[in-house]
């Protein structure tokens, strides 16, 4: 399609917001825009320069034949801290506190929005690590699994309790829960995960890490390999933490039940400059 340089921009710049992490050789654009290499080349810098200014993220462009341009998504700093303070601030309202000191969050897990907001963060968080997968466990953690999944532009596996009959065949572990200390069961279909393939975790939520350690033990039995961890939210106060190497979004200092208070604060997040490391 033929174009005028501002059509061409604005099109060219949702193409690329809606294909992250993925090489898109030069010619691909040449041809959908009946363009000199020259000029989408100019446009590519402008963009470039526009996302890195606004915190969007980076532009990359490979050399060579078998080269292209690559769109990695990111968040600066200021709309980072923003995201964390409004989620900090919901989950300080005490009217969330529920009999027997739990939190109710399944409006925070169903605002698209904020967990494509949280989506980012997470993405940004590992955008330089080569992931193929994003895991989590059902139920409340699948939202936030899928936003960050769409970022990086990789399918999501859900681990279940049991396994279905719709799954086919299913790779189950027990596991010992980190709080509880119960023995439980997570399944995960065999064509869920190729052997060799790098993993992305996403939790809702981590006491001790129990789940998380099961997780971890799941995808060994798929002879791929974990490359990261990423919580919502982690409890502070635990006695024995499972999982060491993570990525926090907010940290959950205390639950007062009896004098009907939260208090939340940052998590790991900006330790590394929001960079897993």
Do not use: F, H
């Given at each position: 399609m033929k174009l005028k340089r501002s059509g061409r921009m604005v099109d060219l710049t949702g193409y690329l917001l809606h294909h992250p992490h993925q090489l898109i050789p030069l010619s691909y654009f040449v041809e959908r825009y009946e363009s000199a290499k020259s000029s989408i080349s100019e446009d590519l810098a402008i963009i470039k320069e526009h996302f890195e200014q606004h915190g969007l993220g980076h532009v990359q462009t490979?050399?060579?034949?078998?080269?292209?341009?690559?769109?990695?998504?990111?968040?600066?700093?200021?709309?980072?801290?923003?995201?964390?303070?409004?989620?900090?601030?919901?989950?300080?309202?005490?009217?969330?506190?529920?009999?027997g000191g739990y939190l109710y969050v399944t409006d925070i897990i169903g605002n698209p929005r904020l967990v494509n907001q949280i989506g980012r963060l997470f993405a940004s968080a590992f955008s330089s690590r080569k992931i193929d997968v994003v895991m989590t466990i059902a139920t409340k953690g699948i939202p936030l699994a899928y936003a960050v999944a769409t970022h990086l532009n990789v399918p999501v596996v859900v681990v279940r309790s049991n396994s279905r009959v719709t799954e086919g065949s299913t790779v189950s572990i027990n596991y010992?829960?980190?709080?509880?200390?119960?023995?439980?069961?997570?399944?995960?279909?065999?064509?869920?995960?190729?052997?060799?393939?790098?993993?992305?975790?996403i939790d809702d939520f981590m006491k001790a890490g129990g789940t998380i350690k099961g997780m971890i033990s799941l995808i060994e039995e798929f002879q791929a390999h974990i490359e990261g961890i990423g919580v919502l939210v982690e409890a502070q106060e635990v006695s024995e933490r499972l999982v060491d190497d993570y990525v926090s979004i907010a940290r959950l200092a205390q639950v007062n039940e009896k004098e009907n208070r939260i208090e939340v604060e940052k998590g790991n997040y900006f330790l590394n400059g929001g960079q897993a490391q």
């Open positions: 490979v050399p060579g034949a078998a080269g292209g341009v690559k769109y990695i998504p990111g968040i600066d700093q200021a709309e980072a801290e923003e995201t964390v303070k409004e989620l900090v601030e919901l989950l300080e309202d005490p009217s969330r506190i529920l009999p010992v829960s980190g709080s509880t200390k119960r023995i439980q069961t997570m399944a995960l279909a065999r064509r869920s995960i190729k052997q060799g393939s790098r993993v992305l975790i």
